[in-house]
């Protein structure tokens, strides 16, 4: 999927919406890249009919290096969601 393509981020969404970050829930260490994921509180749907607080997962967050250092892992230009900030999301649904 082309990433810079709106059509294709929604057409390849579940649910497209604005919410505003309530707060950190966690966020789990992986191989790659962190996991970060965030309650947000639905605003508007624009795709999908999400309601309420649900939660999100952003490949990106918090590592811990071999001498126990921590860093920032994420994608080139990607920011880290902050709390009380209101954003646009497209999701795809994550058991």
């Known amino acids: 999927m082309d990433v810079t393509?709106?059509?294709?981020?929604v057409g390849n969404s579940e649910n497209v919406f604005i919410?505003?970050?309530?707060?950190?829930?966690?966020s789990i260490?992986?191989?790659d890249v962190p996991r970060t994921q965030f309650r947000v509180k639905v605003i508007h749907n624009i795709k999908g009919s999400?309601?309420?607080e649900v939660i999100?997962?952003?490949?990106?967050?918090?590592?811990?290096d071999k001498n126990g250092d921590k860093y920032i892992e994420k994608f080139k230009g990607q920011e880290i969601l902050k709390e009380g900030s209101i954003y646009?999301?497209?999701t795809l649904h994550d058991e």
């Open 5 to 9: 393509s709106k059509e294709e981020v």
């Open 19 to 26: 919410a505003k970050v309530i707060n950190t829930e966690s």
């Open 29 to 31: 260490p992986l191989s």
């Open 50 to 52: 999400l309601d309420g």
């Open 56 to 64: 999100i997962n952003q490949a990106a967050g918090y590592g811990t």
């Open 88 to 90: 646009l999301f497209a």
